[in-house]
């Protein structure tokens, strides 16, 4: 296993990348490594990398700004070291200082950025919010192996028409790194995202006692992932041999929402049919589907669903910090 990993370090860790201190350097000018996850990359220590969408059109302020924070500070208590990502006037940041983390926050024409986004927004200086595909790709290029979120994309319900399938999907088959959430939410079709990553080759695991795929506010979305990590370190090793092998996809660990937050369940589930009606009655498409639902379902169950996704969310943040240390162990 050692001997295995040797080789794993080169094949994740950092290219080159523009840090604070260092020069300016041609292909990298875009990117800009916070000098505190710099400097825990260089000493082989465990970061987290964290998305920002979730900050600009996942949910409502102040709570996206005291989550962001919150999650933070969990990564930390768990002895990682936290790297937010985000675009800031066309730079994109691994790691943000509080100041720039407050800017996303408030700043109200931050654009949704997703793999396809990248080159317009750095292009063009604006400034938004990472999804899960641009985290991903920020993160890996980064040296980042471990990357918490709320939910990742899927394939929409209707998706074998629309073709309206999440970039995160194909992302996760094409960028080593695992990410660490609580399944899909029902908005999507579970089934066929699940199908999808397959084609595509992606290591799913559940973490935990059981092989139930999670459904973001419930454990269980009636579906199994192909395999399971009981405790960080059996996530660990997963991680590694999906580094190891070369395959350059990721690994989707899925978290169960812990059963005292998962009560609302069922309300929040009858919220999510009556939004995913209107946001097709209102005929809204694209990468507008998400955030309207999300904003739906929380107006419907009157802060319930905000409330369970912050509570998941906390405990992906601790989950995601508690492999990234085991992952940084079985490395160094
Ligand atoms: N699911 C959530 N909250 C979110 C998202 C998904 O519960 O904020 C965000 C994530 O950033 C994810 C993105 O990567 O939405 C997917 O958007 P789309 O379906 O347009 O690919
Ligand atoms: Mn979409």
């Keep these: 296993m050692r001997r295995m990993l040797k080789s794993f370090p080169a094949l994740v860790l950092r290219r080159g990348i523009t840090t604070y201190q260092s020069t300016w350097c041609k292909n990298d000018s875009l990117y800009r490594v916070h000098p505190s996850v710099s400097q825990a990359l260089a000493e082989n220590k465990p970061v987290v990398a964290l998305e920002s969408t979730i900050i600009t059109h996942g949910m409502p302020y102040p709570h996206n700004l005291s989550t962001a924070k919150e999650v933070e500070a969990i990564v930390r208590a768990e002895g990682a070291t936290p790297a937010t990502v985000g675009v800031i006037e066309g730079k994109v940041h691994v790691g943000l200082s509080s100041e720039k983390l407050d800017h996303l926050a408030h700043c109200r024409s931050s654009v949704k950025v997703s793999r396809r986004d990248l080159p317009y927004v750095t292009s063009k200086g604006l400034t938004g919010g990472t999804t899960v595909s641009a985290t991903m790709i920020a993160a890996h ?5 471990v990357f918490v979120t709320g939910g990742i994309g899927g ?4 998706g074998e028409n629309s073709l309206d399938i999440s970039a995160d999907l194909t992302e996760l088959s094409r960028t080593p790194i695992a990410v660490i959430s609580a399944g899909v939410k029902s908005i999507l079709d579970i089934g066929r995202t699940l199908e999808f990553l ?3 080759g992606v290591c799913v695991a559940t973490y935990g ?3 139930n795929f999670p459904a973001f506010f419930s454990p269980q979305s009636g579906f199994t992932s192909s395999c399971q990590a009981e405790n960080p370190a059996e996530a660990a090793k997963l991680i590694a041999s999906t580094l190891s092998l070369g395959l350059q996809s990721g690994v989707l660990l899925a978290v169960p929402i812990p059963e005292e937050h998962a009560a609302a369940g069922l309300q929040i589930e009858e919220a999510v049919q009556a939004a995913v009606t209107e946001a097709s009655n209102k005929q809204i498409t694209g990468r507008d589907v998400t955030p309207f639902i999300l904003q739906k379902v929380n107006e419907l169950t009157k802060g319930k669903s905000l409330q ?3 509570a ?3 405990n992906n943040a601790r989950v995601g910090s ?4 085991a992952l940084s162990e079985l490395m160094n």
Excluded: F, M, Y
């Excluded at 290029?141 to 192996?145: L, Q, S, T």
């Excluded at 394939?155 to 209707?158: A, I, K, L, Q």
């Excluded at 508690?322 to 240390?325: D, E, L, P, R």
């Design 141 to 145: 290029r980064a040296g980042i192996p």
């Design 155 to 158: 394939v929409h319900r209707d």
């Design 198 to 200: 397959e084609t595509h």
């Design 209 to 211: 006692k059981s092989k």
């Design 308 to 310: 369970a996704n912050i």
């Design 312 to 314: 998941l969310i906390h």
């Design 322 to 325: 508690q492999i990234a240390c």
